[in-house]
């Protein structure tokens, strides 16, 4: 497997693990208290600016510590090159992810067309954002196997 | 993207150059190593000044390096069909 194809599929994995840490941590400290909370817009403004950094930040040291493993167990250090081919590939994948992301949006916005609560609108947002990001990285794992 | 009508002799060149190695080639040209291999393989056709770079770092005419063949092109193999159609 190419350095590529394994930062992809590094950061395919990152993402959900980080996702899951997060909603269980938030979901125990803050829903588990308070089952009402879940329909105060306060509530989702704060923990979605807050997810922000803590994914940014989580991030890095993640990277961080696969490039110091790969280094180690391949003695290869990863390319920091970003050719026509990542470019083509990185536009593929960002309008795949739009499109999802669209998609969920009018999702999102149908559920309050027909009278639903709040929190099913935030869900369907964090939802669509969750699967366009990781259906984006799936195209560019895809992608950069068979070629482009 | 993979268009098997067009083709290239990157690696046959690569030999001729003393064997260049992919990465070297890469480092001349400003891509991975990863794009070389994929163009080798003829899973990729790279953009026309790609392609020219490669062409001049071995010293080589353009159609030397990446040939074209009309036959396999999906555009006119669907004109002739059609044509012959009518």
């Known amino acids: 497997m190419h350095n590529k194809e394994k930062q992809t599929l590094f950061t395919l994995i990152t993402s959900i693990v980080l996702m899951i840490i997060y909603a269980v941590i938030i979901y125990q400290k803050r829903v588990v208290p308070d089952p009402e909370i879940i329909n105060d817009m306060q509530f989702w403004g704060k923990y979605f600016l807050l997810f922000i950094p803590v994914a940014i930040v989580s991030m890095i040291v993640c990277y961080i510590i696969f490039a110091i493993v790969n280094k180690i167990v391949t003695s290869e250090d990863i390319e920091d090159v970003s050719d026509e081919r990542d470019k083509l590939i990185e536009l593929r994948s960002v309008r795949i992810s739009h499109w999802i992301f669209t998609f969920g949006f009018i999702l999102a916005m149908g559920t309050q067309a027909l009278g639903m609560e709040t929190w099913v609108m935030m869900v369907t947002f964090i939802v669509s954002g969750v699967v366009s990001s990781l259906v984006s990285e799936l195209a560019k794992f895809v992608m950069y196997r068979r070629g482009f | ?86």
């Open chain 2, 1 to 86: 993207m993979a268009k098997e009508f067009i083709s290239n002799t990157i690696r046959k060149q690569r030999f001729m150059n003393d064997e260049m190695t992919q990465k070297e080639l890469a480092e001349a040209v400003g891509v991975s190593r990863q794009t070389i291999v994929a163009m080798e393989q003829g899973k990729y056709s790279p953009s026309l000044e790609l392609a020219f770079r490669i062409a001049h770092v071995f010293k080589m005419p353009f159609d030397e390096v990446f040939q074209y063949n009309a036959d396999k092109d999906p555009l006119w193999t669907k004109k002739k069909k059609r044509n012959n159609l009518n």
